[in-house]
């Protein structure tokens, strides 16, 4: 995502009074977040974000706000999403911004923006923070995608407003941020409707977008706002999020960057060049929980879960981002088995405190960017780790993960071991809509079950290799070849062939609205972003806005 | 497929008097089905098909056995497939061969194969013709594949024989015929083990193979084909289909291609090379059906409905391979709807037959192919069209249908109508597990109920558009210009845009092994076959058996 070129890192820590492409106001139970793109405010040199087109700094606001609408604003339950702007709704993703991308940026942009589209989702059905679509002018291609995100979609019924996803017909691409899926899975629009509405340039309007189930009410422009915040207010009404609840403040995340070590207060990266190897340290809490949810309140943010799921959050989206040429991520803890099951506890007991909730959402949010980053992923199991609960999640969510059986010669520490939380059984679903036990063990069921009985047991690498939590577990006299051999053979495999395998494997079971747009409609977006027939010097994604047209290779693949 | 060269097109019919590569036997109730590839007898110059792989020419006669065990073998319930060399199994997809060939050629190679594979499947599922895999050698990548698509993998207990998913350390790119799908999907192998196994170049042998699930059962080498009988026998003694009953040969298919035409019996395609369109025209029968199952039997494979499935198979498999250029089908219909409707009765009451059974089941195959076809579909329903039962499938598997509305001008036939039957309620469910109305009609399920009360009703356009059935009904005024505009918006897009965005339209709802394998598995596997680090000067893929290393550009995308 360097592109290439020498560029600054992409830095994600953003707080609102920085904002330059959005408009956040709060109105009692509705929040109206308004998208007012600064034309001269793009993320690198290049481009202008004209008509409300979009680039990774923009979305990285959008980030931002959603992350503060849910934990700064307890008494939000309706989000209406809409534009600054008079006469645009929003032109989607910027395409000269696409145009001069590489290939990793461009995947690795939509992969972003298709997690806070997730997000957006996720708000309205389990934060009861629901996102409702305002569209006030033409709605292109991601903007319609960012509009398809929201539970409702209420459109100005002008000779101006229109929803289209011209990718295909403009630009020789899919509309790849889940467009496509949620036009058919979620909407279900109807498939032949589907294929004529992709291919048309200048999109739909009025009526038509209503009867063909592209939008869900249809207004006078100069009624738009008005029912807008009538249904959000409807919605609003409905919600169990507290409407005198007092937010949490998320204050700047504070990280060091050192040369090749990245540090938080939790969570310490090492990155190995040569190896292309980051070894994460994720740090257990140092004190015991406070003894309820006014405890947590209390606290606010240096709440060690709340820390820990910004702080690794981060780190995700800077090695993703910044470092792609870093193949291979590797998890260790360190810390209290004892501590991090007693916060499990507390959130687990909790799990009715809006607070609470929003803390276990955000760990969520979290471990399912790892399940889908393109990066292999290792845990690392040995004396002094903390591998339980919420922190076992990162030994589900690797690849592999090898243990230390038996002590480490000179080292006083007893054997590590491994232990199960109630937050191991149903916190943290994946993408799939499983917990990784459940997907871990989609052959034997049973398993999971029997697991279930030994929370809080501390499993030893013999125990945690014969429960199938663990993939090896070498002893202190293998421990140092084999782990080295492993990081070692990982590194020389092609980068390409290791995302396709880590993508196929990771996700057996059901599959939801989120696997298939990671697992199907991304896969495919990123073969055509490597085709001539988008990239290439005639493609449609070169020639767009040149006045050429483009020249294709008209055979079938 | 013409893989760039100036080459002879690839012909699908073969018999087994002509096979080089299969050796069949039958005994009573169970085949055997034994794989000796002939090194020299590749489809093109340039590689050897040494160690039983295989290239297309191998699996085009796979194929055809599978088709003829159905159709010419009601008395078999397993077939046991195992190599016919002393010291191997199978190697896999020769790679040479996947080195020299196109991108294009790679594709519909794996797509061809993944319809067969998935057939064995079916055969289990449906037929009641069970394949069992005999083990006896080193079984690697697309060897290991076809050993999963069986329902029992029965391995020898030697010092020579493992199994092995070496495609992404050795070739830099996926077990991409489903392997790494079923291995989690299907075996629910766990996937730290999977992930495993699927960088072991060398394979797992012996104990680690039946503990990881790989296999289902381990022999001494001595006992291996004693025991694959004894399994086989037990399996084929659960079978429904008729010990006693007679086969049908499926006698060499006529087909003339003439210029730009391509005729069978009771199917025709016109090319237009100049607009990169087929128009495919599907004759209805021209007698009415034998009264009962004793007829069709009898008549063997002319019935109209198995040599439509046959001339229908041949015709895509085809133009798929040897017409890439051609991008958009164009389905029409000629004949009488009364008599479609008709053979479907028959078809529907003799279910129980198990010829019957096979006719329909080799029709939902060929649909099937339709749906997964790399090309845009549209239907064109016209007057003296017969778009009724089995073949309305062929325009609800479209992408877009036009219907003319009314009568033509100076046409004294009436006006066209279309018409359901029971056969389009279950008979031929897509990859998705859905018919094609349930998946049409995903967001109202009540539709489908709404249209069974409506079956052997005459729909004229206004009727059929109401009911959601086709997608545009332009009157004879407007029909030539929009069809013909129509036409050629398609053939003005991007060929690579459109794969991916009809990949993505036409499988909503529920995700199966299937849709996995042609969604997922295989449009990361394209992305791969695209890549440098495979298919570069210095890719895996490239240098493979040169002696040389690849060279990986290391970014993660």
């Given at each position: 995502?360097?592109?290439?070129?020498?560029?600054?890192?992409?830095?994600?820590?953003?707080?609102?009074?920085?904002?330059?492409?959005?408009?956040?106001?709060?109105?009692?139970?509705?929040?109206?977040?308004?998208?007012?793109?600064?034309?001269?405010?793009?993320?690198?040199?290049?481009?202008?974000?004209?008509?409300?087109?979009?680039?990774?700094?923009?979305?990285?606001?959008?980030?931002?706000?959603?992350?503060?609408?849910?934990?700064?604003?307890?008494?939000?339950?309706?989000?209406?999403?809409?534009?600054?702007?008079?006469?645009?709704?929003?032109?989607?993703?910027?395409?000269?911004?696409?145009?001069?991308?590489?290939?990793?940026?461009?995947?690795?942009?939509?992969?972003?923006?298709?997690?806070?589209?997730?997000?957006?989702?996720?708000?309205?059905?389990?934060?009861?923070?629901?996102?409702?679509?305002?569209?006030?002018?033409?709605?292109?291609?991601?903007?319609?995608?960012?509009?398809?995100?929201?539970?409702?979609?209420?459109?100005?019924?002008?000779?101006?407003?229109?929803?289209?996803?011209?990718?295909?017909?403009?630009?020789?691409?899919?509309?790849?941020?889940?467009?496509?899926?949620?036009?058919v899975d979620k909407r279900h629009v109807r498939r032949d409707r589907a294929d004529v509405f992709c291919t048309l340039e200048e999109g739909i309007k009025g009526k038509r977008a209503l009867d063909w189930g592209l939008v869900d009410e249809l207004v006078p422009r100069s009624r738009l706002e008005e029912t807008a915040r009538q249904r959000a207010a409807e919605v609003a009404a409905r919600t169990d999020r507290p409407a005198a609840g007092r937010g949490?403040?998320?204050?700047?995340?504070?990280?060091?960057?050192?040369?090749?070590?990245?540090?938080?207060?939790?969570?310490?990266?090492?990155?190995?060049?040569?190896?292309?190897?980051?070894?994460?340290?994720?740090?257990?809490?140092?004190?015991?929980?406070?003894?309820?949810?006014?405890?947590?309140?209390?606290?606010?943010?240096?709440?060690?879960?709340?820390?820990?799921?910004?702080?690794?959050?981060?780190?995700?989206?800077?090695?993703?981002?910044?470092?792609?040429?870093?193949?291979?991520?590797?998890?260790?803890?360190?810390?209290?088995?004892?501590?991090?099951?007693?916060?499990?506890?507390?959130?687990?007991?909790?799990?009715?405190?809006?607070?609470?909730?929003?803390?276990?959402?955000?760990?969520?949010?979290?471990?399912?960017?790892?399940?889908?980053?393109?990066?292999?992923?290792?845990?690392?199991?040995?004396?002094?780790?903390?591998?339980?609960?919420?922190?076992?999640?990162?030994?589900?969510?690797?690849?592999?993960?090898?243990?230390?059986?038996?002590?480490?010669?000179?080292?006083?520490?007893?054997?590590?071991?491994?232990?199960?939380?109630?937050?191991?059984?149903?916190?943290?679903?994946?993408?799939?809509?499983?917990?990784?036990?459940?997907?871990?063990?989609?052959?034997?069921?049973?398993?999971?079950?029997?697991?279930?009985?030994?929370?809080?047991?501390?499993?030893?690498?013999?125990?945690?290799?014969?429960?199938?939590?663990?993939?090896?577990?070498?002893?202190?006299?293998?421990?140092?070849?084999?782990?080295?051999?492993?990081?070692?053979?990982?590194?020389?495999?092609?980068?390409?062939?290791?995302?396709?395998?880590?993508?196929?494997?990771?996700?057996?079971?059901?599959?939801?609205?989120?696997?298939?747009?990671?697992?199907?409609?991304?896969?495919?977006?990123?073969?055509?972003?490597?085709?001539?027939?988008?990239?290439?010097?005639?493609?449609?994604?070169?020639?767009?806005?040149?006045?050429?047209?483009?020249?294709?290779?008209?055979?079938?693949?």
């Amino acid at each position: 995502m360097t592109d290439g070129r020498a560029l600054t890192p992409i830095d994600f820590r953003i707080e609102p009074s920085r904002y330059r492409h959005w408009k956040l106001s709060i109105d009692g139970r509705v929040a109206i977040l308004a998208m007012d793109v600064k034309e001269d405010g793009g993320l690198r040199p290049g481009y202008e974000l004209k008509l409300n087109s979009y680039d990774l700094g923009v979305d990285i606001e959008l980030y931002d706000a959603l992350q503060r609408l849910r934990f700064g604003h307890p008494e939000v339950g309706a989000v209406i999403l809409t534009s600054g702007k008079e006469r645009i709704f929003c032109a989607g993703a910027n395409i000269r911004m696409l145009g001069q991308s590489s290939h990793g940026f461009k995947v690795n942009f939509c992969k972003f923006t298709n997690e806070t589209r997730n997000a957006i989702e996720e708000a309205a059905a389990e934060s009861r923070q629901v996102w409702i679509c305002a569209i006030n002018g033409p709605c292109a291609g991601g903007g319609y995608e960012l509009a398809l995100a929201c539970e409702r979609i209420i459109m100005a019924d002008d000779g101006n407003t229109s929803v289209a996803l011209p990718e295909t017909p403009l630009l020789a691409v899919l509309p790849g941020t889940g467009g496509l899926t949620r036009l058919v899975d979620k909407r279900h629009v109807r498939r032949d409707r589907a294929d004529v509405f992709c291919t048309l340039e200048e999109g739909i309007k009025g009526k038509r977008a209503l009867d063909w189930g592209l939008v869900d009410e249809l207004v006078p422009r100069s009624r738009l706002e008005e029912t807008a915040r009538q249904r959000a207010a409807e919605v609003a009404a409905r919600t169990d999020r507290p409407a005198a609840g007092r937010g949490i403040a998320l204050r700047p995340l504070d990280r060091t960057i050192d040369g090749d070590r990245i540090a938080y207060a939790h969570v310490a990266c090492a990155i190995d060049r040569a190896r292309g190897v980051a070894e994460i340290t994720v740090g257990g809490p140092s004190v015991p929980p406070p003894a309820d949810a006014a405890g947590i309140h209390g606290l606010g943010d240096p709440f060690w879960p709340l820390a820990l799921a910004r702080q690794l959050d981060d780190l995700i989206l800077h090695l993703r981002t910044n470092e792609e040429q870093i193949g291979l991520w590797v998890f260790k803890t360190a810390g209290s088995a004892d501590l991090v099951e007693a916060y499990d506890r507390l959130l687990a007991d909790q799990q009715g405190d809006w607070l609470a909730r929003e803390i276990r959402l955000f760990l969520k949010r979290t471990l399912k960017r790892i399940d889908v980053s393109a990066r292999s992923v290792f845990a690392l199991i040995e004396p002094g780790s903390c591998f339980a609960g919420t922190l076992l999640e990162l030994a589900l969510a690797a690849d592999r993960s090898y243990m230390l059986a038996g002590a480490r010669e000179g080292d006083s520490r007893p054997p590590t071991t491994l232990r199960l939380t109630e937050m191991n059984f149903g916190a943290y679903p994946m993408a799939n809509g499983l917990t990784r036990l459940s997907s871990r063990f989609l052959g034997e069921p049973g398993r999971v079950d029997d697991l279930k009985g030994r929370i809080g047991q501390d499993l030893d690498a013999a125990a945690a290799a014969e429960a199938g939590l663990v993939t090896v577990t070498p002893d202190d006299i293998d421990w140092d070849d084999e782990v080295r051999l492993a990081l070692e053979e990982r590194a020389a495999f092609s980068p390409d062939a290791l995302t396709g395998m880590e993508a196929s494997l990771r996700f057996a079971g059901p599959e939801t609205l989120e696997t298939k747009i990671f697992g199907r409609l991304s896969a495919w977006q990123n073969w055509i972003f490597q085709r001539p027939n988008a990239v290439g010097a005639k493609g449609g994604l070169s020639v767009y806005g040149t006045g050429q047209r483009s020249e294709f290779d008209r055979r079938r693949v």
